[in-house]
Each structure stands twice: as structure tokens, then as C-alpha cells.
């Protein structure tokens, strides 16, 4: 009678390895069709457009202030790298008059960028730029965090919703990424306005 229960055991024991080695077997191979789909990054490389409104800042003719830039991205390993320019302004609302510049040529303000994607399994992912800002005056640092929705394929970007903060004067607020240029006003100040004869200031705000 022992021995019988000892082979019973025995067998258990042998099932429950042989189960366990199938789970693990089973469990890679269903990573193995699915990683792509969880856990691939979006091909975040070409042109893009960046707009940025202050909703924050220490200064208040900084509140309400909408930036554009004009961007290109590249990955470098599992990394981003690229850079890009201001080409618009618009800081009508804290200047309490239409102040709106289309930086043109040398005017146009650059920055470099090093990003960086980082997958979240239940959450939305993180596509964070770091952006170093060279003005004529001063070099800023801006921070920009966007969340992917799951299942994001490039192909259907429209349009990504995130925050950033900025060195210059604690500005903090929203941030669109996307693939069109954003609407524009047309300019009051800098060189295009000069052009038009819409504006006597020949300076370009930094």
C-alpha cells in the first residue's frame, strides 16, 4: 500500500513539473507573438510640429504665451535625438496688445533635443523631449512629456496632448505635438510684419 501511495506521489509530482515547464514554454511563446505589440516603441523620426502655452509662469506677460516650433526627430539606440527652431510667437494676451512674431532666417530661434520613450504596461506611455533653447541672451532648458495611448501607430498621429515646464521664469503648461503646422495669426512685430508695413519695430523679441 506505501509503495503505491509513493508512485502517486511520485507521478504528482513528475505532472506538476511537466506542467510547469509547458507553462513557461507556452507563456514565451505568446510573449514572443505579442511583444511587438506591447512593447515596441513608436517610430517617432521625421518632421514635427511642437506648440507649447504657458498657463504658468513667475512673469505674468509670459501667461498665455503660445510657442511654435518646428522639429525633427530621429532615434539613436533607445534613445531620441534631434533639433529644431521657434518660428512663432504669440504674447498678446500677457502683453495686453496683439504682439505676434513669424521668426524668418537668422531670426528663428534653435534647440537641440535628446528624448526618450518609456513603456508603462497599464498606463499610457512617456515620450519625454529634453530641449536645450539657444536665445541671443540666454540658454534655457525645456522639458516636454507627452502620453501615448496604447496601440499608438504612427501612421494614424494626428496629434499628441502632453505638459511641459521651462527654466525661464518657472513657465510651465500644455504641449501639442503633431504632424501639420498649427494655425497661425498674422504678424504684428519682427520681420515679416516690417515687410508688410504692419509694424515699425525692426527687432525681434528674444
Not at 513667475?58 to 533639433?83: C, D
Not at 501615448?148 to 503648461?173: C, H, I, M, R
Not at 503646422?181 to 523679441?205: P, R, Y
Request: aromatic fraction near 14%; glycine fraction near 8%.
Amino acid at each position: 500500500m506505501a509503495e503505491i501511495i509513493d508512485l502517486v506521489n511520485g507521478n504528482n509530482i513528475l505532472y506538476s513539473l511537466i506542467a510547469g515547464v509547458l507553462s513557461t514554454i507556452i507563456a514565451g511563446f505568446i510573449f514572443f507573438l505579442f511583444k511587438d505589440a506591447v512593447f515596441k516603441k513608436p517610430d517617432f523620426s521625421g518632421r514635427f510640429f511642437l506648440k507649447v502655452i504657458v498657463y504658468d509662469s513667475t512673469l505674468n506677460p509670459y501667461k498665455g504665451m503660445e510657442l511654435h516650433f518646428l522639429v525633427h526627430i530621429a532615434p539613436k539606440g533607445n534613445e531620441f535625438i534631434g533639433g529644431g527652431e521657434r518660428i512663432y510667437e504669440d504674447s498678446s494676451l500677457g502683453k495686453n496688445f496683439p504682439h505676434i512674431i513669424h521668426y524668418m532666417g537668422d531670426s528663428k530661434i534653435p534647440m537641440k533635443i535628446n528624448g526618450e520613450y518609456s513603456k508603462r504596461i497599464f498606463l499610457k506611455d512617456d515620450f519625454i523631449l529634453m530641449c536645450e533653447i539657444t536665445s541671443k541672451d540666454r540658454i534655457s532648458h525645456m522639458v516636454v512629456n507627452f502620453k501615448v495611448p496604447f496601440f499608438y501607430d504612427l501612421k494614424d498621429f494626428s496629434l499628441l496632448e502632453g505638459t511641459f515646464t521651462w527654466s525661464v521664469a518657472n513657465k510651465s503648461g500644455v504641449a501639442y505635438l503633431s504632424t501639420s503646422m498649427f494655425n497661425q495669426k498674422e504678424a504684428t512685430h519682427g520681420k515679416l510684419a516690417v515687410d508688410k508695413g504692419l509694424s515699425k519695430c525692426k527687432e525681434i523679441s528674444p
